[in-house]
Nanobody, 119 residues
Framework: QVQVVESGGGLVQAGGSLRLSCAAS????????MAWYRQATGTQRELVAQ???????KYLDSVKGRFIISTDNAKNTVYLQMTNLKPEDTALYYC?????????????WGQGTQVTVSS
């Protein structure tokens, strides 16, 4: 059973920083796509940052240069370092892990962690 647990959200002033963590159990990142999504009130969930086990990354345009996704394979943990936070970054942030089990992909989500940026 794969479980995904996020932590690290909170309230921060504009210009501040936070680091989100996502711990995955029951899987490894050997063939995986690790991602952070966010959903603000009244909006659709959007992809913020993604990293693959092959080493590629991609980011939402509005967070490029401010957010960095990284992984610690030994700890099965994904991080999202967020700097120069803006009020528009306020959202519920979700970790998503897609991992290959034999011929098929498993798709796992955490419960979300709230990030609130005050102006």
């Amino acid at each position: 059973q794969v479980q995904v647990v996020e932590s690290g959200g909170g309230l921060v002033q504009a210009g501040g920083s936070l680091r989100l963590s996502c711990a995955a159990s029951g899987t490894t990142f050997s063939t995986s796509i690790m991602a952070w999504y966010r959903q603000a009130t009244g909006t659709q969930r959007e992809l913020v940052a993604q990293a693959t086990s092959g080493g590629s990354t991609k980011y939402l345009d509005s967070v490029k240069g401010r957010f960095i996704i990284s992984t610690d394979n030994a700890k099965n943990t994904v991080y999202l370092q967020m700097t120069n936070l803006k009020p528009e970054d306020t959202a519920l942030y979700y970790c998503n892990i897609k991992t290959l089990f034999g011929p098929s992909w498993g798709d796992y989500w955490g419960q979300g962690t709230q990030v609130t940026v005050s102006s």
